[in-house]
């Protein structure tokens, strides 16, 4: 979640790739209505999970980026 409806979602969206770990790939993107004109960024990712420790890594480079205030996991699966 955005810390404001004045955050440039699509900006974040294209440095994603720059902020995320090695070992992660994005596999879709897209910009949702949350409520009251705010918007939010969801994300899909592929993890190389060898690095047992690579969700929280993610986790903590999304935590990092300006402008976002709140990341959520809603869902995961082994491929």
């Known amino acids: 979640m955005p810390e404001g409806t004045e955050?440039?979602?699509?900006a974040i969206i294209e440095k994603?790739?720059?902020?995320?770990?090695?070992?992660?790939?994005?596999?879709?993107?897209?910009?949702?209505?949350v409520a009251f004109g705010l918007?939010?960024?969801?994300?899909?990712?592929?993890?190389?999970?060898t690095d047992s420790e690579i969700g929280s890594k993610l986790e903590d480079a999304l935590r990092a980026i300006d402008g976002?205030?709140?990341?959520?996991?809603v869902a995961s699966t082994v491929l």
């Open 68 to 73: 976002i205030a709140e990341i959520e996991c």
């Open 39 to 49: 918007m939010k960024i969801t994300a899909g990712f592929v993890i190389d999970d």
């Open 7 to 10: 955050v440039d979602l699509n």
């Open 16 to 33: 994603l790739p720059t902020l995320i770990p090695a070992g992660i790939q994005i596999t879709e993107t897209s910009i949702n209505p």
